[in-house]
């Protein structure tokens, strides 16, 4: 359409603070990641073990969007949201759980893959059960699951099961995923920095003998010419 000078058309209503409040989670996603990071490089006093943290929460997004996926539920905003910012606190506990327990047991002597292994199987239950005691308590919020006191009976589908569904799903999935994450891909990262620069070390070592052996095979040549 179009419209005579000095007049425009706008969307607002819902969509006005459906936007503004897509900008509010926004920003406090990434604020409350950002102040999750420099806590724990205070607490572990390095740098690669937060980073692995921190890419454990990010990898644990592809359980959210596997839920929603599996249910056909749209991004919520406001609710889907909300349950990926309080999924990454429930993701970054676990794996202070386990790190922090890495590195207590690697001051015993043990090596980076004794000392994944050993973590694993140790704090297998208590990260377990975290994982296992949330997601219990989000199954009648996520499929509208009630009790009524005055009939004494189940109900199913109740009025606000729709509006909560999203950000109980978001956690649901996210963290069934990101529980599997922590005990199996978790240990995997750690065990590859931890040998990342005796890996280092031993490429450029292996380098520079072959730059010695090209070197010396072009000075008889030279030599010769």
């Known amino acids: 359409m179009s419209f005579p000078s000095g007049y425009s058309v706008s969307f607002t209503g819902q969509n006005q603070e459906q936007a503004k409040a897509s900008a509010f989670l926004t920003k406090a996603f990434f ?61 970054v506990n676990n794996n202070i759980v386990l790190i922090d327990y890495m590195n207590l047991i690697r001051k015993k002597g043990l090596n980076a893959l004794e000392t994944a292994v050993q973590a694993g199987l140790r704090r297998f239950r208590p990260v377990t059960l975290t994982a296992v005691t949330t997601i219990l308590g989000l199954v009648p919020l996520s499929f509208g699951l009630d009790f009524d006191v005055h009939e004494f009976k189940f109900t199913t589908g109740g009025e606000s099961a729709m509006w909560w569904r999203g950000m109980g799903i978001a956690v649901i999935f996210g963290l069934s995923f990101a529980t599997v994450l922590t005990l199996i891909i978790v240990p995997v990262i750690y065990n590859v920095v931890d040998e990342l620069p005796a890996a280092i070390k031993e490429a450029r070592l292996a380098i520079k003998e072959l730059i010695i052996k090209i070197n010396g095979k072009k000075k008889p040549i030279e030599e010769a010419v």
């Open 31 to 91: 604020v409350a990641i950002l102040l999750i990071f420099f806590i724990l490089v205070a607490q572990f006093n390095s740098l690669a073990q937060p980073l692995i943290i921190m890419t454990a929460v990010v990898i644990s997004l592809v359980g959210v969007f596997i839920g929603l996926i599996l249910f056909a539920l749209p991004f919520g905003i406001i609710m889907t949201g909300i349950g990926v910012i309080s999924l990454a606190g429930v993701v």
